[in-house]
């Protein structure tokens, strides 16, 4: 994790955000008394300031339980194409944006940098109710 902030902010801010699988390997769990197979996924979420006012970096895995068939399929791809499987890589992106964007929010805080996500916000009304569906 790296979390920097280089100048003030001034004018108007753009803030980049990229996700990316770095590395996918095979590993094993010990879950109760036996071993499962496992794929763990390197992965590196990168927000930018610019123009140039910081950045925030977290690096994590993320472990994925398939079965050995599966799992070698998943393996030789990467090895072949460094690329997942569309019905692997949807939910584990979602599951590290969740993750990711949470933490970079709340770095965003302490070092005083605007969220790197839209912010919801409240709007003067012209008398007329309006219904949020979430």
């Given amino acids: ?14 803030i980049a955000n990229n996700i990316s699988i770095k590395n996918v ?52 791809e990467w090895k072949k194409n460094k690329k997942l499987p569309g019905e692997i890589m949807t939910p584990i992106l979602n599951h590290i944006l969740n993750k990711c964007n949470i933490q970079s929010l709340i770095l965003s805080k302490d070092i005083n940098l605007p969220p790197p996500i839209p912010m919801p916000k409240i709007s003067a009304t012209d008398g007329k109710e309006k219904q949020y569906i979430g």
């Fill in 1 to 14: 994790m790296v979390i920097e902030r280089k100048n003030f902010i001034k004018g108007k801010i753009n």
């Fill in 25 to 76: 390997s095979e590993t094993t769990l010990a879950l109760g008394k036996g071993k499962q197979p496992a794929l763990k996924m390197i992965f590196e979420f990168v927000s930018k300031y610019n123009p140039n006012i910081g950045s925030i970096n977290l690096t994590g895995e993320v472990l994925n339980l398939e079965d050995d068939k599966k799992s070698k399929e998943i393996l030789k």
